[in-house]
Protein backbone atom coordinates (compact mmCIF):
# COMPACT_ATOMS: atom_id res chain seq x y z
CA UNK A 1 0.00 0.00 0.00
CA UNK A 2 1.30 3.44 -1.39
CA UNK A 3 1.85 6.00 1.60
CA UNK A 4 -1.07 8.11 0.58
CA UNK A 5 -3.10 4.55 0.95
CA UNK A 6 -2.19 4.39 4.47
CA UNK A 7 -2.62 8.07 5.56
CA UNK A 8 -6.75 7.36 4.22
CA UNK A 9 -6.87 4.23 5.34
CA UNK A 10 -5.99 5.72 8.69
CA UNK A 11 -8.29 8.97 8.39
CA UNK A 12 -10.79 6.40 7.86
CA UNK A 13 -10.49 4.22 11.04
CA UNK A 14 -10.43 8.25 13.05
CA UNK A 15 -13.77 8.78 11.41
CA UNK A 16 -15.23 5.74 12.25
CA UNK A 17 -14.17 5.18 15.83
CA UNK A 18 -12.36 8.24 17.53
CA UNK A 19 -12.89 7.25 20.88
CA UNK A 20 -11.74 4.11 20.02
CA UNK A 21 -13.49 0.73 21.51
CA UNK A 22 -14.84 0.56 25.04
CA UNK A 23 -11.30 0.69 26.56
CA UNK A 24 -10.45 3.36 24.79
CA UNK A 25 -7.96 1.93 22.54
CA UNK A 26 -7.69 2.77 19.24
CA UNK A 27 -6.52 1.37 15.81
CA UNK A 28 -5.13 4.40 14.39
CA UNK A 29 -2.56 6.72 14.53
CA UNK A 30 -2.17 11.03 14.91
CA UNK A 31 -2.66 12.97 11.45
CA UNK A 32 -1.07 15.58 12.95
CA UNK A 33 2.34 16.05 14.96
CA UNK A 34 3.67 18.93 16.67
CA UNK A 35 7.42 17.42 17.04
CA UNK A 36 9.60 19.65 18.55
CA UNK A 37 13.09 20.42 17.68
CA UNK A 38 14.60 22.93 19.72
CA UNK A 39 14.59 24.58 22.70
CA UNK A 40 17.39 27.02 21.79
CA UNK A 41 16.23 30.27 20.53
CA UNK A 42 17.87 33.27 19.23
CA UNK A 43 14.96 35.59 20.48
CA UNK A 44 13.92 36.43 24.23
CA UNK A 45 10.44 37.81 23.51
CA UNK A 46 8.79 39.33 25.77
CA UNK A 47 5.87 37.01 26.54
CA UNK A 48 8.30 34.28 26.24
CA UNK A 49 10.10 31.96 29.43
CA UNK A 50 13.60 32.69 27.28
CA UNK A 51 12.62 36.58 28.26
CA UNK A 52 13.70 35.31 31.81
CA UNK A 53 15.22 31.53 31.30
CA UNK A 54 17.06 32.34 27.75
CA UNK A 55 18.79 29.14 26.57
CA UNK A 56 19.52 27.66 30.46
CA UNK A 57 18.64 24.13 29.86
CA UNK A 58 18.15 23.98 26.12
CA UNK A 59 19.09 20.93 24.22
CA UNK A 60 17.77 19.77 20.85
CA UNK A 61 15.76 16.97 19.08
CA UNK A 62 17.82 13.84 19.77
CA UNK A 63 17.62 11.13 16.50
CA UNK A 64 16.05 8.40 19.00
CA UNK A 65 12.95 10.24 19.24
CA UNK A 66 12.40 10.42 15.33
CA UNK A 67 13.53 6.71 15.61
CA UNK A 68 10.85 5.68 17.73
CA UNK A 69 8.16 7.58 15.65
CA UNK A 70 9.51 5.79 12.45
CA UNK A 71 6.98 3.45 12.14
CA UNK A 72 4.28 5.99 12.53
CA UNK A 73 5.11 8.20 10.18
CA UNK A 74 3.32 6.65 6.91
CA UNK A 75 0.25 6.95 8.83
CA UNK A 76 0.83 11.16 9.19
CA UNK A 77 -0.23 13.94 6.97
CA UNK A 78 1.21 16.84 8.53
CA UNK A 79 4.39 17.37 11.06
CA UNK A 80 4.69 20.93 12.68
CA UNK A 81 8.02 21.54 13.97
CA UNK A 82 8.17 24.08 16.44
CA UNK A 83 7.87 24.44 19.81
CA UNK A 84 9.54 25.94 22.78
CA UNK A 85 12.60 27.33 20.61
CA UNK A 86 13.78 28.15 17.43
CA UNK A 87 13.69 24.74 15.27
CA UNK A 88 16.00 26.21 12.50
CA UNK A 89 18.72 26.27 15.30
CA UNK A 90 19.11 22.82 14.90
CA UNK A 91 22.00 21.23 13.12
CA UNK A 92 20.05 18.36 11.84
CA UNK A 93 17.15 20.20 10.74
CA UNK A 94 18.13 19.31 7.15
CA UNK A 95 18.05 15.70 7.83
CA UNK A 96 14.90 15.56 10.24
CA UNK A 97 12.68 17.53 7.36
CA UNK A 98 13.44 15.34 4.62
CA UNK A 99 13.00 12.10 6.41
CA UNK A 100 9.31 13.20 6.98
CA UNK A 101 9.25 14.10 3.09
CA UNK A 102 10.22 10.35 2.50
CA UNK A 103 6.63 9.67 3.98
CA UNK A 104 4.52 12.09 2.11
CA UNK A 105 4.39 13.66 4.94
CA UNK A 106 3.69 18.40 5.32
CA UNK A 107 6.44 19.28 6.98
CA UNK A 108 5.24 22.78 8.37
CA UNK A 109 6.78 24.96 11.02
CA UNK A 110 7.03 28.64 12.46
CA UNK A 111 10.41 30.36 12.91
CA UNK A 112 11.09 33.83 13.69
CA UNK A 113 13.81 34.75 10.41
CA UNK A 114 16.02 36.31 12.45
CA UNK A 115 19.64 33.81 11.57
CA UNK A 116 22.00 36.09 10.29
CA UNK A 117 23.52 33.11 7.62
CA UNK A 118 20.02 31.97 6.74
CA UNK A 119 20.31 30.04 3.55
CA UNK A 120 16.86 29.50 2.37
CA UNK A 121 18.22 27.61 -1.13
CA UNK A 122 19.61 25.50 1.36
CA UNK A 123 16.20 24.06 2.28
CA UNK A 124 14.54 23.17 -1.01
CA UNK A 125 12.36 20.41 -0.92
CA UNK A 126 12.30 19.99 3.01
CA UNK A 127 9.08 22.14 3.68
CA UNK A 128 5.82 22.74 2.36
CA UNK A 129 4.72 25.68 4.63
CA UNK A 130 6.54 28.13 6.85
CA UNK A 131 4.93 30.46 9.75
CA UNK A 132 6.45 33.72 10.18
CA UNK A 133 6.81 34.92 13.41
CA UNK A 134 6.09 38.64 13.07
CA UNK A 135 4.55 41.11 16.22
CA UNK A 136 5.42 44.31 14.61
CA UNK A 137 5.08 46.05 11.39
CA UNK A 138 7.61 48.72 12.53
CA UNK A 139 11.12 48.40 13.55
CA UNK A 140 10.20 50.34 17.14
CA UNK A 141 6.99 47.66 18.17
CA UNK A 142 9.07 44.55 16.25
CA UNK A 143 12.48 44.74 18.51
CA UNK A 144 10.95 45.94 21.48
CA UNK A 145 8.66 42.78 21.71
CA UNK A 146 10.89 39.95 19.84
CA UNK A 147 14.32 41.17 21.98
CA UNK A 148 17.60 40.36 19.71
CA UNK A 149 16.09 40.01 16.60
CA UNK A 150 16.41 42.54 13.58
CA UNK A 151 13.74 43.94 12.15
CA UNK A 152 15.55 44.72 8.62
CA UNK A 153 17.10 41.19 8.97
CA UNK A 154 13.61 39.52 9.15
CA UNK A 155 12.08 41.12 6.41
CA UNK A 156 15.50 40.77 4.16
CA UNK A 157 15.31 36.92 5.11
CA UNK A 158 11.97 36.87 4.10
CA UNK A 159 11.90 38.77 0.62
CA UNK A 160 15.07 36.09 0.18
CA UNK A 161 12.92 32.92 1.19
CA UNK A 162 9.71 34.25 -1.26
CA UNK A 163 12.15 34.36 -4.03
CA UNK A 164 14.51 31.48 -3.60
CA UNK A 165 11.54 28.98 -2.51
CA UNK A 166 8.49 30.29 -4.15
CA UNK A 167 6.56 27.01 -3.93
CA UNK A 168 6.23 27.52 -0.09
CA UNK A 169 3.29 28.81 1.62
CA UNK A 170 4.44 31.72 3.71
CA UNK A 171 2.20 32.88 6.68
CA UNK A 172 2.47 35.24 9.27
CA UNK A 173 1.65 34.95 12.86
CA UNK A 174 0.95 37.63 15.42
CA UNK A 175 0.53 37.85 19.63
CA UNK A 176 -2.11 40.27 19.87
CA UNK A 177 -1.24 42.53 22.59
CA UNK A 178 -1.49 46.44 23.89
CA UNK A 179 2.07 47.30 22.54
CA UNK A 180 0.91 46.00 18.61
CA UNK A 181 -2.30 45.89 18.50
CA UNK A 182 -2.20 49.98 16.58
CA UNK A 183 0.24 48.32 13.99
CA UNK A 184 -2.34 45.42 13.05
CA UNK A 185 -3.03 46.80 9.77
CA UNK A 186 -0.17 47.29 9.04
CA UNK A 187 1.50 43.92 9.78
CA UNK A 188 -1.40 42.63 7.05
CA UNK A 189 -0.11 45.11 5.04
CA UNK A 190 3.58 44.16 5.65
CA UNK A 191 2.74 40.47 4.71
CA UNK A 192 1.32 41.50 1.27
CA UNK A 193 5.27 43.46 0.67
CA UNK A 194 6.60 40.12 1.92
CA UNK A 195 4.57 37.46 -0.37
CA UNK A 196 3.31 35.94 2.59
CA UNK A 197 -0.40 34.58 1.62
CA UNK A 198 -2.17 35.33 5.02
CA UNK A 199 -1.87 36.37 8.91
CA UNK A 200 -2.83 35.05 12.06
CA UNK A 201 -3.53 37.14 15.04
CA UNK A 202 -3.51 35.29 18.02
CA UNK A 203 -4.19 36.20 21.93
CA UNK A 204 -1.62 36.80 24.12
CA UNK A 205 -1.33 34.04 26.53
CA UNK A 206 -0.41 35.83 30.08
CA UNK A 207 2.60 34.10 31.77
CA UNK A 208 2.31 34.63 35.66
CA UNK A 209 5.78 34.44 35.96
CA UNK A 210 5.92 37.50 33.35
CA UNK A 211 3.50 39.08 35.42
CA UNK A 212 2.46 40.27 31.93
CA UNK A 213 -1.42 40.50 32.09
CA UNK A 214 -1.86 44.21 31.46
CA UNK A 215 -0.85 43.87 28.16
CA UNK A 216 -3.76 41.13 27.24
CA UNK A 217 -6.28 42.75 25.21
CA UNK A 218 -9.21 42.09 27.51
CA UNK A 219 -9.96 45.39 29.00
CA UNK A 220 -9.75 47.07 25.25
CA UNK A 221 -11.51 45.09 23.54
CA UNK A 222 -13.21 47.95 22.04
CA UNK A 223 -9.58 48.86 20.68
CA UNK A 224 -8.88 45.26 19.77
CA UNK A 225 -12.03 44.92 17.24
CA UNK A 226 -11.58 48.57 15.90
CA UNK A 227 -8.17 47.20 15.08
CA UNK A 228 -9.21 44.01 13.65
CA UNK A 229 -11.67 45.83 11.48
CA UNK A 230 -8.34 47.93 9.94
CA UNK A 231 -7.03 44.41 10.06
CA UNK A 232 -9.86 42.99 7.68
CA UNK A 233 -9.62 45.32 5.09
CA UNK A 234 -6.16 45.47 4.94
CA UNK A 235 -6.70 41.93 4.05
CA UNK A 236 -9.20 42.60 1.75
CA UNK A 237 -7.74 45.34 -0.06
CA UNK A 238 -3.93 43.43 -0.72
CA UNK A 239 -5.63 39.69 -1.34
CA UNK A 240 -4.08 38.57 2.32
CA UNK A 241 -6.43 35.98 4.35
CA UNK A 242 -6.80 37.01 7.89
CA UNK A 243 -7.67 35.20 11.07
CA UNK A 244 -8.74 36.48 13.61
CA UNK A 245 -9.36 35.38 18.02
CA UNK A 246 -13.29 34.05 18.27
CA UNK A 247 -12.96 36.08 21.68
CA UNK A 248 -12.50 39.89 19.94
CA UNK A 249 -16.08 41.25 19.28
CA UNK A 250 -16.94 42.15 15.29
CA UNK A 251 -18.61 45.33 16.80
CA UNK A 252 -17.20 48.46 19.11
CA UNK A 253 -17.86 50.97 20.86
CA UNK A 254 -15.91 53.90 19.00
CA UNK A 255 -16.06 56.28 21.65
CA UNK A 256 -14.96 53.55 24.23
CA UNK A 257 -12.39 52.25 21.50
CA UNK A 258 -10.63 56.29 21.23
CA UNK A 259 -10.44 55.99 25.36
CA UNK A 260 -8.86 52.79 25.41
CA UNK A 261 -6.23 53.65 22.68
CA UNK A 262 -5.44 57.01 24.49
CA UNK A 263 -4.50 54.81 27.47
CA UNK A 264 -2.37 52.00 25.68
CA UNK A 265 -0.41 55.16 24.16
CA UNK A 266 0.34 56.42 27.49
CA UNK A 267 2.07 53.40 28.67
CA UNK A 268 5.71 53.53 29.16
CA UNK A 269 6.15 49.82 27.24
CA UNK A 270 10.54 50.18 27.37
CA UNK A 271 9.77 50.81 31.29
CA UNK A 272 7.38 47.90 31.91
CA UNK A 273 9.07 45.48 29.73
CA UNK A 274 12.26 45.80 32.03
CA UNK A 275 10.81 45.88 35.30
CA UNK A 276 8.82 42.27 34.17
CA UNK A 277 12.46 41.30 32.90
CA UNK A 278 14.26 41.84 36.14
CA UNK A 279 11.68 40.63 38.43
CA UNK A 280 11.34 37.12 36.30
CA UNK A 281 15.21 36.39 36.36
CA UNK A 282 15.64 36.92 39.63
CA UNK A 283 12.39 35.18 40.80
CA UNK A 284 12.69 31.87 38.68
CA UNK A 285 14.84 29.17 39.38
CA UNK A 286 14.25 26.30 37.10
CA UNK A 287 15.07 26.39 33.33
CA UNK A 288 14.05 25.21 30.02
CA UNK A 289 13.90 21.18 30.51
CA UNK A 290 11.72 21.91 33.90
CA UNK A 291 9.56 24.63 32.28
CA UNK A 292 6.64 22.73 30.45
CA UNK A 293 5.68 18.71 30.07
CA UNK A 294 7.20 17.47 33.77
CA UNK A 295 3.93 16.66 35.50
CA UNK A 296 2.16 13.30 34.31
CA UNK A 297 -1.45 13.74 33.44
CA UNK A 298 -3.90 11.81 36.19
CA UNK A 299 -7.15 11.42 37.45
CA UNK A 300 -6.99 15.29 39.37
CA UNK A 301 -6.74 16.86 35.82
CA UNK A 302 -9.84 16.02 34.72
CA UNK A 303 -13.51 18.27 34.93
CA UNK A 304 -16.96 17.63 34.10
CA UNK A 305 -17.73 20.12 30.95
CA UNK A 306 -21.00 20.53 28.68
CA UNK A 307 -20.34 19.21 25.85
CA UNK A 308 -21.69 17.54 22.65
CA UNK A 309 -19.92 15.91 18.90
CA UNK A 310 -19.28 20.01 18.03
CA UNK A 311 -17.32 20.83 21.08
CA UNK A 312 -15.41 17.43 20.85
CA UNK A 313 -11.91 18.32 20.76
CA UNK A 314 -10.04 17.22 17.04
CA UNK A 315 -6.80 18.41 18.59
CA UNK A 316 -6.78 15.86 21.70
CA UNK A 317 -8.16 12.88 19.27
CA UNK A 318 -6.21 13.02 16.02
CA UNK A 319 -3.48 14.93 16.86
CA UNK A 320 -0.60 15.31 19.44
CA UNK A 321 2.65 17.08 20.38
CA UNK A 322 5.63 15.63 21.61
CA UNK A 323 8.49 18.15 23.29
CA UNK A 324 12.35 17.31 22.52
CA UNK A 325 12.51 14.87 25.47
CA UNK A 326 10.14 12.37 24.15
CA UNK A 327 6.92 13.55 26.21
CA UNK A 328 3.53 13.33 24.69
CA UNK A 329 1.07 15.45 25.29
CA UNK A 330 -2.50 16.15 24.17
CA UNK A 331 -1.65 19.34 22.93
CA UNK A 332 0.25 22.13 22.98
CA UNK A 333 -2.06 24.86 24.86
CA UNK A 334 -1.12 21.66 27.63
CA UNK A 335 2.51 22.92 28.61
CA UNK A 336 2.29 20.97 31.85
CA UNK A 337 1.28 17.59 31.87
CA UNK A 338 2.40 14.34 29.46
CA UNK A 339 0.50 10.93 28.84
CA UNK A 340 3.83 8.81 28.82
CA UNK A 341 7.38 9.11 27.55
CA UNK A 342 8.80 7.66 24.42
CA UNK A 343 12.00 7.11 25.33
CA UNK A 344 11.05 5.30 28.42
CA UNK A 345 7.98 3.33 27.08
CA UNK A 346 10.20 2.09 24.16
CA UNK A 347 7.11 2.67 21.09
CA UNK A 348 4.77 5.10 20.24
CA UNK A 349 1.80 2.64 20.60
CA UNK A 350 2.92 2.15 24.38
CA UNK A 351 2.15 5.79 24.97
CA UNK A 352 -0.76 5.98 22.54
CA UNK A 353 -2.82 3.19 23.73
CA UNK A 354 -1.97 2.95 27.27
CA UNK A 355 -3.72 3.66 30.25
CA UNK A 356 -3.53 7.24 30.05
CA UNK A 357 -4.47 8.57 26.51
CA UNK A 358 -6.96 5.68 26.76
CA UNK A 359 -8.64 7.36 30.20
CA UNK A 360 -8.48 10.17 27.97
CA UNK A 361 -10.74 9.42 25.01
CA UNK A 362 -13.32 7.62 27.38
CA UNK A 363 -13.79 10.74 29.57
CA UNK A 364 -13.82 12.89 26.04
CA UNK A 365 -16.64 10.74 25.29
CA UNK A 366 -18.52 10.90 28.20
CA UNK A 367 -18.02 15.04 27.60
CA UNK A 368 -15.39 15.02 30.40
CA UNK A 369 -12.23 17.24 29.28
CA UNK A 370 -9.01 18.31 31.54
CA UNK A 371 -9.43 21.36 33.63
CA UNK A 372 -6.64 23.69 30.92
CA UNK A 373 -9.39 23.04 27.87
CA UNK A 374 -11.93 25.64 29.19
CA UNK A 375 -9.24 28.31 28.49
CA UNK A 376 -8.03 26.85 25.63
CA UNK A 377 -8.11 29.91 22.16
CA UNK A 378 -7.96 27.15 19.60
CA UNK A 379 -10.95 25.61 21.20
CA UNK A 380 -12.89 28.63 21.24
CA UNK A 381 -11.46 29.18 17.63
CA UNK A 382 -12.69 26.16 16.53
CA UNK A 383 -15.69 25.65 18.57
CA UNK A 384 -18.43 24.75 15.19
CA UNK A 385 -15.58 22.49 13.12
CA UNK A 386 -14.47 20.34 15.88
CA UNK A 387 -15.29 17.34 13.68
CA UNK A 388 -12.11 14.74 13.14
CA UNK A 389 -11.07 13.80 9.74
CA UNK A 390 -11.40 16.88 8.00
CA UNK A 391 -8.95 18.49 4.93
CA UNK A 392 -5.37 19.24 6.52
CA UNK A 393 -5.23 22.83 5.84
CA UNK A 394 -2.17 23.11 4.17
CA UNK A 395 -1.95 20.41 0.73
CA UNK A 396 1.51 19.19 -0.58
CA UNK A 397 2.70 21.19 -3.64
CA UNK A 398 4.08 17.89 -5.41
CA UNK A 399 2.99 14.52 -6.19
CA UNK A 400 3.99 11.69 -3.93
Known amino acids: MTFGGMKKKNVGEIVRAPFGDDDGRVS ?81 SNTNLGLPDLDPGSFKGCFDSLVLSCDGASKETFEMIRRGLSFERFCANARRLRAELPEIDLSLDTVLMKENVLEAADIVRLAAELGAAGVRFNMLGVNPEIGNGADALWDCMDLAAREMRKARKAGCETGVRTSFPAFIPETFDADRAAAQEETVRGMDFPELIEQRRVQASGAVRC ?114
Open 28 to 108: YYPRYIQLEHSSFCNAQCIMCNHFYLENRGAKHLPKEVTKILDPVFPYVEMIMLNGDGEPFLHPLLRDFTRQYQKYGIIVS
Open 287 to 400: DLSQNRLHREFGDSDYRPEETSESRWCSWGLERCYIDLSGNVSTCCFNVHHYMGNLLEAGSFDAVWNGERYAAFRKNMRKGVLPAWCGQCSWRADNASSMAVGKQIPVTKKSAE
